[in-house]
């Protein structure tokens, strides 16, 4: 559990927010709110990163004591040629929005389409269109049909 001064321990598993603007995002905020909220022992900070550092900074993940980092969409494609593995849907759609780090390796997920896949199944979902408008990859998820 999250402990109520937000401080961060050893136990604490640490993400973070790759974004050339992450600062001025509220995506941290909300997340750390999510974590809090759902007693779950971790934290993500934003990590504003410029384009020509994105490949020296997703390489060196690897031996950092990040347990992995979500990946703004201008950098999704990149991270996807970094990877040392990737999920199968990562393989299909050649983009990647989160990074696992495992054993010293990289491993690449699609978390975004997966959450509103599953939100799309909730009795919550309420316009598809206002799904369809939130990601330009909610297509793909739900007719297969990827872009090469």
């Not at 559990?1 to 974004?19: C, K, P, R, W």
């Not at 031996?63 to 996807?80: D, H, P, W």
């Amino acid at each position: 559990m999250m402990n109520n001064d937000n401080s961060i321990t050893v136990e604490t598993a640490l993400y973070g927010y790759i974004a050339e603007e992450a600062h001025s995002s509220r995506f941290c905020a909300i997340v750390n709110k999510l974590f809090k909220g759902n007693n779950v022992n971790a934290m993500i900070i934003p990590m504003n990163i410029r384009p020509d550092d994105v490949t020296f900074t997703i390489s060196q993940m690897r031996s950092s004591k990040l347990n992995g980092a979500v990946i703004s969409m201008e950098y999704q494609e990149e991270a996807f040629g970094l990877l040392d593995n990737a999920s199968v849907l990562v393989q299909k759609s050649g983009y990647c929005d989160f990074i696992r780090i495992v054993d010293g390796k990289l491993m690449g997920e699609l978390i975004m389409p997966m959450a509103l896949e599953k939100f799309a199944q909730s009795e919550d979902f309420m316009d598809d269109i206002a799904l369809n408008s939130m990601t330009r990859y909610f297509y793909e998820l739900t007719t297969g049909e990827y872009n090469e």
